[in-house]
């Protein structure tokens, strides 16, 4: 769920939800609803019926990142190229 549809949800809830991360929010929510407030603290968890299971086991899922880019040393120049690269200016600003 995005987060502007869980302000909307809470707000008809009468949650007013300010400056919250979403899984405060969420946990906001599922206490005004009568639940546990378990979103994203149970791994593997088994409540099927939860309208936040998918994204709550999300959150336990590894991300994968994406490599680190560098940039050329050279003033002003903003190529950018592969981490491990070995090189520190660009093709244009290489020191043959």
């Avoid at 949800?9 to 899984?23: F, H, N, P, Q």
């Avoid at 603290?41 to 099927?48: A, G, P, Q, S």
Wanted: glycine share 4%; with cysteine; aromatic share 8%.
């Amino acid at each position: 769920m995005k987060l502007m549809d869980i302000r909307k949800y809470a707000s008809s809830l009468g949650i007013k939800l300010v400056s919250k991360k979403k899984t405060e929010m969420i946990q906001e929510i599922q206490i005004k609803e009568g639940n546990t407030d378990c979103f994203s603290k149970i791994n593997n968890c088994i409540i099927e019926d939860c309208k936040w299971s998918e994204e709550c086991q999300e959150s336990f899922r590894p991300k994968h990142k994406k490599p680190k880019s560098k940039k050329c040393t050279f003033e002003g120049c903003h190529v950018t190229f592969p981490k491990i690269a070995r090189k520190e200016f660009c093709q244009k600003h290489s020191k043959n």
